[in-house]
Structures are given as C-alpha cells and as structure tokens.
C-alpha cells in the first residue's frame, strides 16, 4: 500500500493546525499536525510500513499502524490522496 497525493495543494499552518488549499476545487481542510505530516508523506513511493516506522517509537508499531491507517482512511474520504 503507498498512498499518494491525489495533487500537491498549498498550505499554510494556523496555530497547531495546516489548511490545506485547493484553489482548483475552491476547497480548504484543516489538518491537526500528525495528518499535515502523514499526507506529506504520501508521494506514492513510501508504503503503510514505512510511515508506521517513520512514526513509531520504543515499540509502539500497533498503535501507530492502527492510528496512520486511521489517517489514511481519513484523507482518503476527502479526496486528498488515493492507493
């Protein structure tokens, strides 16, 4: 599984938040910071397991993969990438 963009959007960080902008669409997201770097990431060439080791620490592998796949779905529903 290696996500990608469905396109490159500008941004712009707002406090704690990333709004993307899809001046295409005429469309914003909000992001909190760990979906910002999670869609960063999906450049089609990195898979599921390389984001999980990316964001895991002292053996939390599970509950990361379980959290990025979440994030995945997410921006999955929202257009902003595709498998």
Do not use: H
Not at 8 to 24: A, H, P, R, T
Not at 29 to 41: E, G, K, R
Not at 58 to 66: L, M
């Amino acid at each position: 599984m290696k996500p990608r963009k469905v396109r490159e959007l500008e941004w712009q960080q707002v406090g704690n938040l990333y709004i993307l902008i899809d001046k295409k669409n005429n469309k914003t997201f909000t992001l909190d910071a760990i979906s910002f770097l999670v869609w960063m990431q999906c450049d089609g060439k990195t898979d599921l397991e390389d984001l999980v080791d990316l964001f895991s620490i002292n053996g939390n592998r599970d509950i990361v993969r379980g959290a990025i796949l979440n994030i995945l779905e997410n921006l999955k529903n929202l257009n902003l990438i595709e498998w």
